[in-house]
């Protein structure tokens, strides 16, 4: 028997290989399904970065955020958002920092177990950018904070077949204003928080 020849043998698995071609997301958001959309938390993080003795940045950050996002296409200011992040989830390179964030002298996670943030305005500043204001509920205490966004991408997942949309989000709060006012200022005041959110169409 002669053996298949690189060609053959290339088509071949070719022809036995699931079919995983995605067709390149949009950044239109025009061209984004309307309706509301679940966090898929498995891909969602929430990043965080203070300043430490102003020697380094220290990073760190939460996950299993839940939540939804409502989008009309043609009216990009009503869109709406609500999400829920557990700070149990709080993690960062020292389990023993890890512990200490979950305690009452930083989060005290165990009498505030959720951050939360609600949308209250969204203001379109560009194509596929916004300002998305909302109250930030962290530590017992509720404010008015602002989040730059910007669409990624959105277009139909090849693994689940999901309708996606994943946006990033940046701003900055402090952290004093919650109650969170544990070695300000040797340890940074300003909280900068990264979100990479990304959201499945409820069908």
């Not at 380094?56 to 996002?69: I, K, M, P, R, T």
């Not at 890890?98 to 930083?106: A, C, H, I, S």
């Amino acid at each position: 028997m002669k053996s298949l020849t690189p060609a053959i043998l290339g088509l071949a698995l070719a022809l036995s290989a699931p079919a995983l071609a995605q067709t390149a997301p949009t950044r239109d958001p025009a061209q984004i399904p309307g309706g509301t959309y679940a966090v898929d938390p498995g891909h969602t993080q929430v990043g965080w970065r203070v300043s430490h003795m102003g020697f380094s940045n220290y990073a760190g950050g939460f996950s299993d955020v839940s939540g939804s996002l409502t989008l009309d296409p043609k009216n990009p200011a009503a869109a709406k958002l609500s999400v829920k992040i557990p700070v149990t989830s709080v993690t960062t390179t020292s389990d023993k920092l890890t512990g200490e964030l979950k305690g009452d002298q930083w989060l005290d996670a165990g009498k505030f177990p959720e951050m939360t943030f609600v949308s209250t305005k969204v203001t379109p500043a560009g194509k596929d950018h916004a300002k998305v204001t909302g109250d930030l509920t962290l530590h017992g205490v509720t404010k008015p904070v602002t989040l730059d966004v910007t669409l990624v991408g959105a277009g139909t997942n090849p693994l689940n077949k999901k309708t996606t949309v994943g946006f990033e989000a940046t701003g900055t709060v402090k952290r004093s204003e919650f109650g969170v006012k544990t070695y300000v200022p040797l340890i940074g005041d300003d909280l900068h928080l990264t979100i990479a959110g990304a959201f499945e169409r409820q069908e």
